[in-house]
């Protein structure tokens, strides 16, 4: 049988950070993705913050455009409210690209990637973990990281973390359209190749978060709505994605175009630190711990962090407790931990769509250069929201 100082499950973001810490610090590491190469289950693109990337795994880090423009658009009962922003520090990029640069950067710290290969089963000696089971034979190892995303088959049989909750999840939808370089420049007015663009949307009843992002040649628009949601309203996340792209416009700019991609994924709204995050030698991280973000889709960050943090884990053999205490003191990950009062707040009930009707009122009437009704307004229509929003952010911790 073969033997290991550290095995990871799983070849994505999360895997790779904790197998370039452990790599880095002499360990013979091995990882094994069941898919045919890094990131080949993750097809298509994402927006990521590019300096947060380069701080764990170097400079090259492979984008398509950077994200000159981040617009929100906020649609209330009538029409969108529309704010943009120019960050200098997002850029977008192709998963199976940049899965596949992280994971070699893990290898030539001298960890062994193997594809192909499926984690089937762990092997127990009271609270140890001492091998395991692939579709492709046992090895051992002194500890073990799930790094197996949001389907973390392997956590769940080890009965650390239960399984997915999807009362309280969101079903996304995601579609990516090849899109030629020039086409894409004129569709949105960008300069030139390097020039790129990510659209957030906000839509209430039920709660719509949508995404564009522009790639060098290709483009992919998407959804995310609370699973109660679409079950109380019986909506199929198909027709969500439909008519958001009518009623956001996007569906004239892109028809013609032929569809690259079509993909459907849970975001699960729970997780960290409501959930154990290791047992014995067993260490999870990234999607598999619902360290994602299902407002701002922000993952991959968190999942680099707590990637990380499992190869320092393993490395010093930490206890469940000192594994939790140190992901809390890591603000990519409580950030997470912090947000989800904010999240069940937004997905309860019509939040959302009060919160956002409030913000864009307020903005409306400064746009059209009359703030006299103000006080009338705010106190007719939100006077019972203003009072629950200034005490749930007060007791935001
Ligand atoms: C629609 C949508 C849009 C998103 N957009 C963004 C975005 O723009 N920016 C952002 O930061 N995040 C985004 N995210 C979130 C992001 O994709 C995830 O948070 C991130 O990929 C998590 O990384 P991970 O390494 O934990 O898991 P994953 O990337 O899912 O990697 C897990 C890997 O483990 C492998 N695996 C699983 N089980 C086994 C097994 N038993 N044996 C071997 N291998 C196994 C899988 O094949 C996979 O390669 C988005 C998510 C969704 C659903």
Known sequence: MLNYDIVVVGAGPAGSAAALKAASAGKKVLVIERGPEPGSKNVSGAMIRKDFVSSVFGDSVPFERKVDTLKLSLYDKESPVNIDFHPNQ????????????????????????????????LTWDGDKAKTLITDRGEVSAKSFILAEGVNALLSMKSGIRGDLNTENSVQTVKEVYSVKKEDINSIFGFPDESTGMSWR?????????????????????????????????????????????????????????????????????????????????????????????????????????????????????????????????????????????????????????????????????????????????????????????????????
Do not use: H
């Open 90 to 121: 997002l850029v977008t990029t192709g998963r199976l690209k940049l899965d596949k640069w992280m994971s070699s950067v893990a290898e030539n710290a001298g960890a062994m990637v193997i594809s192909k290969t499926t984690g089937l089963n």
């Open 201 to 397: 949307f906000v839509m209430t009843d039920p709660l719509v978060a949508g995404f564009l992002y522009t790639y060098k040649d290709s483009v992919s628009v998407g959804i995310g709505s609370p699973i109660n949601q679409l079950v109380e309203r019986k909506i199929r996340p198909e027709k969500l994605l439909d008519d958001f792209l009518d009623k956001t416009g996007l569906s004239a700019k892109l028809k013609g175009y032929s569809l690259r991609e079509y993909s459907a994924k849970v975001i699960p709204e729970g997780g960290f630190p409501n959930m154990n995050v290791s047992k014995g030698n067993v260490y999870i991280c990234g999607d598999a711990l619902g360290l994602v973000d299902p407002l701002t889709f922000d993952g991959i960050s968190p999942a680099i962090a707590s990637g990380t943090l499992a190869g320092t884990a393993a490395l010093e053999g930490f206890t469940p407790d000192i594994y939790k205490y140190e992901m809390m003191k890591n603000t990519e990950i409580s950030k997470i931990a912090k947000e989800r009062k904010l999240e069940s707040e937004f997905m309860s009930g019509n939040k959302a769509g009060e919160y956002i009707n409030m913000i864009s009122t307020l903005l409306k009437n400064w746009a059209s250069g009359d703030l006299s009704g103000i006080r009338g307004t705010m106190i007719e229509n939100y006077k019972n929201i203003i009072p629950d929003m200034l005490s749930f952010v007060i007791n935001m911790r």
